[in-house]
């Protein structure tokens, strides 16, 4: 791979061109909308559209383009009158101005992620919708003729709808946010030099492995015979089947189904690989490694709880750093009587995987084997699966990968998921664990923890930043570095950023399933606008000052790429050491294609990125 492809190219600062520009796009759309509202009329007029579950589906498409057209209306209103006090305008659209509270002046929006709102969401959007429509007209044939081109329409309204939850957060970005700037500030460079932009030199085979992986999750989801059916979805049903091998209409139908998914049937294709038939198929894949065993751990640390994070609220405490607030207790009883029973399952305590490359004795330790584990430092890895799915096992394509890489032991802790246990539960699993391998691991496994790198993906970024936040706020051992692969950095669902809206057409990550994630792990009585805990990204300097070496990795197609950026932004400011390196053309889980050429590549620069950490 070639390493340093440029930035994407600059964008204009933010002055008069800038706003003219925005202006000709907001005209442009105000006319395409319309447009698809006249034909959206026409279509109502057709006979078959008269039936009741026809008529709702164009009805709801005519009221979608009615707010669209109010916001774009407004905007355009605002940034064309030559009085730069808003109120009358606010006035005149009463109904969508609570939207935009804070815009009091012509200067409040921030033109640069609107223009990317209207270019990189709405336009394609509208596009899709306008191709079928047009086709609706020109054939006016009835409903079963016509039934392909509904369905894109029943795809695409779900999409508009969340483009409108989008667009008024940014438009108006504060204008010193880091979205707001030009790509040439300085803050922009300064993210620049710290990141390897990568560009894989056989991108038609990149292209089609992400392609063949998408048609494998496209089974499942086009399987879903019902959205409130509670059954498991069986990979061995007549629909699955059916739909392996149909593979354009597998496409099409999960596409259908994830514009409005449902919670349970969602998370049980999200689980399909905790399936047992499915784990004995993916380990049959795995690279060997000489130790994978699973032990549980005793809660012996102060919890996390729903009660002590709101105690930490009304006391003001959530961006408090402390000092030894507690210690750990002696172990009882003795480590021989320990070892009898922690291989023993018990769903009271905490489940962590153990991976090492080499035979490991857990009594003799590493001392009497020929080839060793390097034992200058562990992994302590946590897994993805937006806090409601899959654990440790489904992970261990590129754990494995990692122990051998690095010849060190890498563990994996496995946490409660939501919906069943929101917030904090899951925290306060890893928080112990982890608490547990920093003062045990060697006195009771005999491995040292002489230094500790906390890795995660996904909602596992989100956990380990998390965790080494608590680790800083309690003043106990902080981890010597942390690995983020692609995390979720803000679950705050009001707090957008641009990367976001390609979400919109996103098939691995579509917003809707996201929506259904946060729903699940987040209580609504909980703070994730300002709760660290939740949102790393709003952790204070404070917190942030104190963080170890971090290095992460994303690809340009993740709609959560944004989060890095922001929170790189704010680490960089506070002369943290950081590297990053970016993707071009991968999406959001690409450590899960292992049967991609390139992923040898990947998984080697994981364990450079370790290693530098380990060894500094």
């Not at 023993?344 to 080839?371: E, Y």
């Not at 983020?484 to 009001?494: D, E, F, G, S, V």
């Not at 400011?573 to 590297?579: E, G, T």
Request: glycine share 4%; proline share 6%.
């Amino acid at each position: 791979m070639d390493k340093n492809v440029s930035m994407e190219s600059q964008q204009p600062a933010q002055d008069e061109n800038l706003s003219l520009e925005s202006r000709g796009r907001l005209e442009a759309h105000v006319k395409s909308l319309a447009e698809l509202d006249r034909m959206n009329s026409e279509i109502l007029k057709l006979k078959w559209s008269q039936a009741e579950d026809m008529k709702a589906i164009f009805v709801r498409l005519g009221r979608v383009f009615q707010e669209i057209d109010s916001d774009l209306r407004f905007l355009l209103e605002v940034l064309e009158s030559p009085v730069d006090n808003v109120s009358a305008t606010k006035t005149k659209y009463e109904t969508i101005s609570i939207k935009y509270t804070n815009l009091n002046k012509r200067s409040d929006i921030s033109l640069i992620p609107l223009n990317a709102a209207l270019d990189n969401g709405l336009k394609t959007l509208l596009a899709h919708t306008e191709q079928n429509l047009r086709l609706l007209l020109a054939s006016k044939k009835d409903k079963n003729k016509n039934s392909s081109k509904i369905v894109q329409i029943q795809i695409v309204t779900p999409k508009l709808e969340t483009f409108i939850e989008f667009f008024a957060p940014l438009a108006l970005l504060p204008s010193e946010h880091l979205f707001s700037q030009g790509k040439s500030e300085p803050n922009w460079k300064l993210l620049q030099e710290k990141t390897d932009f990568r560009e894989f030199k056989n991108k038609a085979a990149v292209e089609a492995a992400i392609k063949k992986f998408l048609g494998m999750i496209h089974v499942p989801y086009a399987s879903v015979k019902k959205k409130e059916d509670p059954k498991p979805i069986s990979l061995l049903s007549m629909n699955s089947i059916y739909y392996s091998m149909m593979k354009k209409k597998a496409s099409t139908k999960a596409a259908l189904y994830l514009a409005d998914p449902k919670m349970e049937s969602a998370f049980q294709v999200w689980n399909l690989l905790e399936r047992k038939f499915l784990k004995q198929v993916v380990k049959l894949n795995l690279p060997s490694l000489s130790s994978d065993k699973k032990i549980y751990v005793p809660r012996l640390f102060p919890s996390v709880t729903k009660e002590s994070v709101l105690k930490e609220y009304t006391n003001g405490d959530l961006q408090k750093v402390k000092m030894n607030t507690f210690q750990a207790p002696d172990l009882v009883p003795e480590k021989e009587e320990i070892l009898k029973t922690i291989f023993r399952k018990d769903a009271s305590k905490v489940k962590i995987r153990i991976l090492s490359p080499n035979p490991w004795d857990i009594k003799a330790g590493n001392s009497n084997k020929k080839k060793q584990n390097d034992i200058s430092g562990v992994v302590i890895h946590i897994h993805g699966g937006g806090f409601v799915a899959m654990s440790s096992s489904s992970h261990r394509n590129y754990l494995y990968r990692w122990a051998k890489g690095l010849n060190m032991v890498v563990f994996s802790i496995d946490y409660r998921l939501a919906p069943e246990s929101p917030y904090p539960a899951g925290l306060d699993d890893v928080w112990q664990a982890y608490n547990w391998l920093v003062n045990y691991s060697e006195t009771i496994l005999g491995i040292p923890t002489n230094k500790i790198i906390l890795a995660g993906d996904s909602a596992g970024g989100n956990y380990i930043t998390v965790l080494a936040m608590k680790a800083i706020k309690e003043g106990v051992r902080v981890p010597d570095g942390l690995y983020l692969c692609y995390p979720a950095l803000n679950l705050h669902i009001q707090r957008v950023f641009p990367s976001y809206l390609l979400a919109l057409e996103d098939q691995l990550l579509p917003y809707n399933l996201l929506k259904l994630c946060l729903k699940a792990y987040v209580p609504d009585d909980l703070k994730p606008d300002i709760d660290p805990l939740l949102s790393p990204v709003a952790a204070d300097d404070e917190i942030l000052s104190r963080f170890p070496p971090i290095r992460i990795v994303s690809g340009t197609d993740d709609p959560l790429h944004d989060d890095i950026w922001y929170f790189s932004d704010r680490l960089l400011k506070l002369n943290k050491d950081l590297k990053i390196t970016v993707y071009n053309g991968l999406p959001h889980g690409f450590l899960a294609f292992d049967q991609m050429k390139e992923y040898k590549d990947i998984i080697a620069e994981s364990v450079e990125r370790i290693k530098e950490m380990i060894h500094s």
